[in-house]
């Protein structure tokens, strides 16, 4: 069965920090790319990072910049998001991601079940 789990959300005050990871089973992910989303009750799921397979390039949007850094690690299959200076703005569900497509079509696009992360002021 193919499974992606993503872990590591809690409950921390503001300014601490929280390490997410992903773990993929039943499948290798070494050909796809790696993102990290977070979804707000009532919000549409906003895309915070993601690091290529390839030559390992990352991207972030702005409100995590500089505090949030993707990496991966496809010896162990699994992927992590490192979160540093959290704000009580980056309270939610936290989703890993791990799509492989082509120039044509998505070979695979799977999704973890969801972390949540609070931080408190």
């Known amino acids: 069965d193919v499974q992606l789990q993503a872990s590591g959300g809690g409950l921390v005050q503001a300014g601490e920090s929280l390490r997410l990871s992903c773990a993929a089973s039943?499948?290798?992910?070494?050909?796809?790319?790696i993102g990290w989303f977070r979804q707000v009750p009532g919000k549409e799921r906003e895309g915070l990072s993601c690091i290529s397979s390839s030559d390992g390039m990352t991207y972030y949007t702005n409100s995590v910049k500089g505090r949030f850094t993707i990496s991966r690690d496809n010896a162990k299959n699994t992927g992590s998001l490192q979160m540093n200076s959290l704000k009580p703005e980056d309270t939610a569900v936290y989703y890993c991601?791990?799509?492989?497509?082509?120039?044509?079509?998505?070979?695979?696009?799977?999704w973890g079940q969801g972390t949540l992360v609070t931080v408190s002021s």
């Open positions: 991601n791990v799509k492989r497509s082509t120039s044509s079509y998505t070979v695979y696009n799977y």
């Open positions: 039943g499948f290798s992910f070494d050909d796809a790319g």
